[in-house]
């Protein structure tokens, strides 16, 4: 129940076209989903994120979309550029609690 | 942003040697940090999480005695690694969360460690 199921593993995208991963988690007591970006040989970064009691956020480029009734969330990165190119993860927490549970990662690749 | 640092960036360590690794926040108080491992091209696996002025609680499988952790002040935390064997060569990455009841958590940069 602890589970947050990430897909694609990789995705390869060119310049200026849409990239999109997707989570889906099982336990329904969690309540806040971060997107991290992460850089070979660097710490993740916090990119966005979400709580359920809305549908979509958007900042900039990148925008959330939550689904609750499918327990699926996912990440819209819009006119992707090469610089995007890192690792993506999804995660999910309690309020009650703080730990994040992490998807396994997606290796973004965004050709010139 | 908040701002998570984290020393020594790398270090190579003879196995047998124990290594510290700092993790601080430098623009705001942290009552917990976390500490990660990460192999490469894997998630990141929690070890434990650490609240200031507490023993930290270790996730099930990381043994304590050999990763002590200690937050001995709202923006330190250091992760020991005692008797360092090359199987305990991982990116470790510490997070700080910002505030009791906001669950934004902010990474440090990592510590390549690698144990000959």
């Known amino acids: 129940q602890q589970q947050v199921k990430q897909s694609p593993q990789s995705l390869i995208v060119q310049k200026g076209g849409i990239s999109i991963i997707n989570c889906a988690y099982e336990n329904t007591a969690f309540d806040y989903f971060p997107w991290y970006q992460q850089f070979p040989g660097k710490g993740p970064a916090l990119l966005i994120a979400?709580?359920?009691?809305?549908s979509e956020k958007k900042e900039g480029r990148f925008t959330i979309s939550f689904n609750k009734s499918a327990k699926q969330f996912s990440l819209h990165i819009m006119d992707s550029q090469p610089g995007d190119s890192a690792t993506y993860f999804c995660?999910?927490?309690?309020?009650?609690?703080?730990?994040?549970?992490f998807g396994e990662g997606t290796q973004l690749t965004v050709n010139p | 942003g908040a701002v998570v640092s984290q020393h020594p960036s790398w270090v190579i360590c003879k196995s047998g040697t124990s290594v510290k690794i700092e993790c601080r926040s430098l623009d705001f108080q942290a009552t917990t940090m976390f500490w990660y491992r990460q192999f490469p091209k894997q998630s990141l696996m929690l070890m434990a999480t650490?609240?200031?002025?507490?023993?930290?609680?270790?996730e099930q499988g990381v043994e304590k005695d050999k990763f002590l952790i200690n937050h001995a002040s709202l923006t330190l935390s250091t992760l020991t690694v005692t008797s360092a064997h090359p199987e305990d060569s991982s990116f470790y990455i510490c997070?700080?969360?910002?505030?009791?009841?906001?669950?934004?958590?902010?990474f440090g940069p990592g510590t390549r460690l690698t144990v000959t």
């Open positions: 997070s700080a969360r910002v505030g009791q009841t906001l669950h934004e958590q902010y």
């Open positions: 995660a999910a927490s309690k309020t009650s609690g703080s730990r994040l549970t």
């Open positions: 650490s609240n200031e002025g507490s023993k930290a609680t270790y």
């Open positions: 979400i709580r359920p009691d809305v």
